[in-house]
Nanobody, 129 residues
Framework: QLQLVQSGGGLVEPGGSLRLACAASGFTLDYYAIGWFRQAPGKEREGVSCISSRGFSTNYAHSVKERFTISRDSAKNTVYLQMNSLKPEDTAVYYC??????????????????????WGQGTQVTVSS
């Protein structure tokens, strides 16, 4: 059974840190570009941080550059999103996604629309004091 299972998230104060994890089962993540997306209430889903299929390149939304880091652990078949210096505007439901064979670059991955790819279940991140 193909699955992306997310963990992490929760409530954190402004300036704090969280790490999200996305574990794959039934397939090998290394073969695919992977991305983290988020969707805030009333807003469209946006690509936040993405990594290419070979892991050679990454892409970040301007709003999270220098604060978020995407990485993958091949041995654990898991991708992570380390989020530092969190701000209230980072509050959203966060999703991991795999693009499929036709999407190989980090930039293309972050531009993927919600009707494509294979998605995790989503996890809430709330930044509030």
């Amino acid at each position: 059974q193909l699955q992306l299972v997310q963990s992490g998230g929760g409530l954190v104060e402004p300036g704090g840190s969280l790490r999200l994890a996305c574990a794959a089962s039934g397939f090998t993540l290394d073969y695919y570009a992977i991305g983290w997306f988020r969707q805030a209430p009333g807003k469209e889903r946006e690509g936040v941080s993405c990594i290419s299929s070979r892991g050679f390149s990454t892409n970040y939304a301007h709003s999270v550059k220098e604060r978020f880091t995407i990485s993958r652990d091949s041995a654990k078949n898991t991708v992570y999103l380390q989020m530092n210096s969190l701000k209230p505007e980072d509050t959203a439901v966060y999703y991991c996604a795999v693009g499929g064979p036709s999407i190989t670059t980090a930039q293309a991955m972050c531009a993927m629309t919600p009707d494509r790819g294979f998605w995790g279940q989503g996890t809430q991140v709330t930044v509030s004091s």
